[in-house]
């Protein structure tokens, strides 16, 4: 089906799992009607519901996923990766004939191995998988705000069976969010996302553990006089426990071939450190400021 002014681009979309990213989806479709014409929410949580409706972002809610998903265009998973394939296999039997079903999972091999099995009797949905590269470290319906994906980058990762007409409409729909587009294989994003997301949060993780750890009276001065280098690994290190756990577990092939590979650099900063090599220390701290000024020239900082 081809949007036109008249028609939105879906009659009925579903968000499961209104956290971050669904609560979000809401937000920019409430106000662009474009998009679809009623939006329905679902969480297995009843306060989550809850606060759905109080908040309003939703047309309706419906805690029961399986009741949710009847007569949807397109149905959205917006839930940890480690439960997509639980809750795929919950509601595709449910979902109508010609239906799209897509997911916002940050690792995409483990997801799309966990979907498939769902899908193998309902080859009339087209499955299109898909990951916005937006967040920030907060959770939870209240922290969505429509303007989350606007000029960063959605992964789509189609499969070679995934008809273009889905391929298309999800592809609208992120545009409308203000998104920009890039396809690529399971495999490629996997080890993209390991060293651009997965490994700076098993660092920032990491490290205010190590902060945690030292002795009481250094940990009170750490907290204490943080400076900005710090903060920001507090920042990141105060995302959803559950989230990323599932990332770690889902993703740990390529994630610990990055961390291979930067605690080989990290040893190799170290050495140059206690030789007091300042050629690699000036190359690799101009390394940093060059990629950092790329991020603000692309928008993405």
Request: hydrophobic letters at 45%; proline letters at 0%.
């Given at each position: 089906m081809t949007a036109t002014p008249s028609a939105p681009l879906f009659d009925r979309l579903?968000?499961?799992?209104p956290g971050l990213i669904g609560s979000s989806i809401l937000r920019r479709a409430m106000l662009d009607r474009s998009i679809a014409r009623e939006l329905v929410a679902s969480d297995i949580n009843p306060q989550v519901c809850e606060r759905v409706r109080?908040?309003?972002i939703a047309d309706r809610v419906v805690q029961?996923?399986?009741?949710?998903?009847?007569?949807a265009d397109c149905v959205i998973l917006c839930v940890p990766v480690g439960v997509i394939g639980t809750v795929a296999a919950q509601v595709a039997p449910a979902m109508k004939h010609g239906a799209i079903l897509s997911e916002v999972g940050s690792t995409k091999v483990s997801v799309i191995n966990a979907v498939l099995p769902a899908l193998a009797s309902r080859p009339d949905i087209a499955f299109v998988p898909a990951h916005p590269m937006a967040g920030t470290e907060y959770s939870g319906p209240d922290a969505g705000f429509p303007s989350l994906f606007e000029n960063r980058w959605c992964l789509l990762l189609p499969l070679e069976n995934t008809p273009k007409d889905a391929v298309a409409r999800i592809s609208a729909m992120w545009e409308a969010m203000g998104a920009r587009l890039r396809t690529m294989t399971p495999e490629h994003h996997d080890r993209v996302c390991a060293?651009?997301?997965h490994l700076p949060h098993l660092l920032a993780f990491t490290i205010c553990g190590t902060a945690d750890d030292l002795a009481d009276e250094t940990r009170s001065e750490v907290l204490d006089f943080a400076a900005s280098g710090f903060r920001d690994f507090t920042r990141i290190a105060a995302s959803d426990p559950t989230m990323w756990r599932d990332i770690f577990l889902n993703n740990r092939e390529a994630l610990l071939e990055m961390l291979d590979r930067f605690m080989a650099d990290a040893q190799a900063m170290a050495d140059a450190?206690?030789?007091?090599d300042d050629t690699i220390i000036v190359d690799r701290i101009t390394r940093g400021r060059a990629i950092r000024r790329t991020l603000i020239e692309n928008h993405q900082a």
């Open positions: 579903v968000i499961i799992g109080e908040l309003g029961d996923a399986k009741e949710a998903v009847r007569d060293i651009v997301s450190i206690r030789r007091g």
